[in-house]
């Protein structure tokens, strides 16, 4: 059975800085496009932040660049987001997910039904 969980989330105060996870099993996404979105409470789900398969390329929304850093671990099959200079409006739901087999820069690596694997997510809330 294939599953991400993300991990790492909770309570930080407006300018503190917390470290998301996404650990994935029963497959490996060597290969694999990775991403992070997340999900404020009665709003869409949004893009985060992007990684490819080997980390050469990374892409971020404009709401979060400069403050959010994407990596990845091929040996451990995980993706991480650091998040720092954290403001009210991060507060949400993150939600990392991956895609299987799509070719490389031909699909729009920012919409949500892209993706083929999902993780549940973990809530970050940033008090101000």
């Known amino acids: 059975q294939v599953q991400l969980v993300e991990s790492g989330g909770g309570l930080v105060q407006a300018g503190g800085s917390l470290r998301l996870s996404c650990s994935a099993s029963g497959r490996t996404f060597r290969s694999s496009g990775m991403v992070w979105f997340r999900q404020a409470p009665g709003k869409e789900r949004l893009f985060v932040g992007f990684?490819?398969?080997?980390?050469?390329?990374?892409d971020y929304a404009e709401t979060v660049k400069g403050r959010f850093t994407i990596s990845r671990d091929h040996g451990k099959n995980e993706m991480y987001l650091q998040m720092s200079s954290l403001k009210a409006e991060d507060t949400a739901i993150y939600y990392c997910a991956a895609e299987w087999g799509r070719p490389s820069g031909d699909w729009d690596y920012t919409k949500a039904e892209n993706y083929d694997y999902w993780g549940q997510g973990t809530l970050v809330t940033v008090s101000s």
């Open positions: 990684i490819n398969w080997n980390g050469a390329f990374v």
